[in-house]
């Protein structure tokens, strides 16, 4: 799977804007934000794309990067 700079960019953005707050409503946000398009990726792209990251980081990050999934397929 090719994960493009602009996807890198925009992951980055996002993570920026997303600091310091609760791991919960973080979830909900991005959730929400894929769901609509508003990321100008698929639902189905972006689990894609977690999860080819999930084995780069570490089980905390994991499990974060897992409950969003979860999350994305209700």
Do not use: F
């Not at 997303?18 to 689990?47: C, D, F, H, W, Y």
Request: net charge positive; aromatic share 0%; glycine share 4%.
């Amino acid at each position: 799977m090719n994960i493009s700079n602009q996807d890198l960019k925009n992951m980055q953005r996002i993570a920026q804007e997303m600091q310091g707050k609760p791991e919960n409503e973080v979830i909900e946000e991005l959730s929400q934000m894929i769901k609509s398009g508003q990321l100008g990726v698929s639902t189905q792209r972006a689990i894609e794309m977690l999860k080819t990251m999930a084995p780069m980081l570490d089980q905390s990050q994991r499990r974060k990067i897992q409950k969003l999934i979860n999350r994305l397929m209700q």
